[in-house]
Each structure stands twice: as structure tokens, then as C-alpha cells.
């Protein structure tokens, strides 16, 4: 089986509010430690994620994009060469409508994500978003229940 790590939680938010989350440049640069994206989020599109300096992080493309439903990124690193070296990726947003507590009639969005390498040899990249996307969702999801991002990455 090839690395992959698989990521879920549940955000007080709509389907729609965490699509353009994930999709707009100025939201995405609040909760990804000022990163910005470059997409315009279409099949086949490409996809750029880029540091506050310019330089860029990650490149792709988009493989699948159901919005509000599932997005699909074709990814890989471009600034660290053992993990440019460990090659492409595959990042998949899977965003449904969940109860969540449902006796005291919360409902949430249930967010999975799932980066899965391509070949065999992608641990090191797996290896590396494991650690990340705690961190970068931890961001997403305070932001879309408080109006701010957590404590992660503020200065």
C-alpha cells in the first residue's frame, strides 16, 4: 500500500462557507500561515501554492473539482528536494453535511482529507504533511467558527 495519511474533523460551518475557504486566495492565506494559492479551482486548472516571499511552495494541478462537495489536487513540493524528489501527490477534500450531537440539534460539516502518495517512495512527503495538516486545518476550522485563525501560526 502506498503512504497516505487521512485527516478528519468537524467544523460548525456549511458546505458552501468551507468550499470558498479552501478556495479563495484571501481566506486561504489567513488560516495557511500567510501562504498564498494561485488557482482558479477548475478541473484541470493549474494549482500554485506560494510562501509570503514569492517563492513557491507546492505546485499541481486540480484533478476534481465538485464544488461544494470534493476537491482534488494533483500536488508535489518544489522547495525541498527530497520531497520534490519523493514526487507527485494526490489530495482529496471530501466536505459532507454530518449530525453532530444531534440531541441537542448541532450540525456540522464532516471535512476528510486524504493526501496519498503516488508511488511507493512518497513516505517522505506523506511523512511531512502529517505533521502540517493538523496544524493548517486547526487554522481553517477556528476561523470559520470565530471570525479568527487559532494561535498556530500568529505572530
Known amino acids: 500500500m502506498r503512504p497516505r495519511f487521512v485527516y478528519v474533523t ?17 481566506r486561504v492565506e489567513k488560516f495557511w500561515f500567510g501562504m498564498t494559492v494561485e488557482s482558479d479551482f477548475k478541473t ?17 494541478a486540480i484533478i476534481e473539482a465538485v464544488p461544494p462537495q470534493r476537491l482534488a489536487i494533483h500536488w508535489r513540493n518544489e522547495f525541498k528536494p527530497d520531497l520534490k524528489a519523493a514526487g507527485f501527490t494526490r489530495c482529496t477534500f471530501v466536505i459532507e453535511m454530518a ?15 486524504m493526501h496519498e502518495a503516488e508511488a511507493d517512495d ?16 486547526a487554522n481553517l476550522k477556528s476561523l470559520l467558527e470565530t471570525g479568527d485563525i487559532a494561535f498556530i501560526g500568529k505572530k
Open 122 to 137: 512518497g513516505a517522505p512527503m506523506i511523512e511531512a504533511v502529517s505533521g502540517g495538516w493538523p496544524k493548517v486545518i
Open 99 to 113: 449530525d453532530y450531537y444531534p440531541d441537542f440539534g448541532g450540525r456540522a460539516v464532516k471535512l476528510t482529507i
Open 44 to 60: 484541470g486548472s493549474s494549482w500554485t501554492l506560494k510562501f509570503k516571499d514569492g517563492r513557491t511552495a507546492d505546485t499541481g
Open 10 to 26: 468537524y467544523i460548525r460551518t456549511t458546505p458552501e462557507k468551507l468550499w470558498a475557504a479552501l478556495t479563495d486566495p484571501a
